[in-house]
């Protein structure tokens, strides 16, 4: 991983920033692939680093369709709140090198929400243990229009996701530097407890139907799932 590629001016306000990394995987069998990532990110050492800097959460996603072998793709979604602490993190020498041990190729980007979002927040049913997530992310047409589609469409949908297996549902808008047009890229995410009831939200097309005039160019969309075996994450 490296550093990202601005600097911030940091408000004192407490937020939650969202950052993901997705991109394929340096090694070429999942058990290598997790080891690399265990060794990298799961040490005593490099978990204290990172909450120390304000990283909260971290866990990692394969693609929900992949089965067997290595995945051709990785998802890992942290929650820090701080931006200054991440870009501080991410340029220790030790820490880029190590990126290169799990990714081969990847995309990273820092998120913040608005109080105009959604964020929905919702504890698992006893005994549902398995987590999915849905992104969907592209370039809105505005922020506003954007606040008021989502925050919308989430209260109205709400009540028949959650009976589907919703655990949170949370939209973000790409951060910027300092002295640049804020961002119009946004991201939506969601975890779900049910792969199934997932894949029925996302196919009906009444379901889909308000974010038709969401975005201004094709968005990109994806489904992914926890993998197998023991995997460091906090």
């Known amino acids: 991983m490296t550093t990202l590629p601005f600097k911030l001016a940091i408000d004192p306000t407490p937020m939650q920033f969202l950052f993901t990394v997705r991109g394929?995987?340096?090694?070429?069998?999942?058990?290598?692939?997790?080891?690399?990532?265990?060794?990298?990110?799961?040490?005593?050492?490099?978990?204290?680093?990172?909450?120390?800097?304000?990283?909260?959460?971290?866990?990692?996603?394969?693609?929900?369709?992949?089965?067997?072998?290595?995945?051709?793709?990785?998802?890992?979604?942290?929650?820090?709140?701080?931006?200054?602490?991440?870009?501080?993190?991410?340029?220790?020498?030790?820490?880029?090198?190590?990126?290169?041990?799990?990714?081969?190729?990847?995309?990273?980007?820092?998120?913040?929400?608005?109080?105009?979002?959604?964020?929905?927040?919702?504890?698992?049913?006893?005994?549902?243990?398995?987590?999915?997530?849905?992104?969907?992310?592209?370039?809105?047409v505005s922020r506003a229009g954007a606040e008021q589609i989502l925050l919308e469409a989430t209260r109205k949908a709400l009540n028949t996701n959650r009976a589907k297996g919703l655990m949170a549902r949370e939209w973000y808008f790409r951060l910027t530097a300092p002295g640049e047009a804020a961002s119009l890229e946004a991201i939506g995410y969601d975890l779900w407890y049910d792969a199934e009831g997932m894949q029925q939200v996302y196919a009906d097309p009444a379901e889909m139907a308000p974010l038709a005039n969401l975005f201004s160019a094709r968005p990109d969309t994806s489904v992914w799932k926890k993998p197998a075996g023991q995997w460091v994450e906090w």
């Open 24 to 140: 394929k995987p340096a090694a070429t069998s999942q058990q290598a692939i997790r080891a690399a990532h265990n060794q990298v990110a799961g040490s005593d050492q490099a978990v204290a680093m990172a909450r120390s800097f304000g990283d909260l959460s971290h866990a990692v996603y394969f693609p929900a369709d992949h089965t067997t072998g290595a995945p051709k793709e990785m998802l890992f979604i942290d929650y820090w709140n701080s931006a200054e602490g991440l870009m501080k993190f991410f340029s220790d020498p030790q820490v880029q090198q190590g990126g290169k041990l799990v990714f081969d190729e990847r995309d990273y980007v820092l998120w913040a929400n608005t109080p105009g979002l959604p964020h929905v927040s919702l504890p698992a049913p006893e005994g549902r243990n398995e987590r999915f997530v849905g992104l969907v992310r592209g370039p809105v």
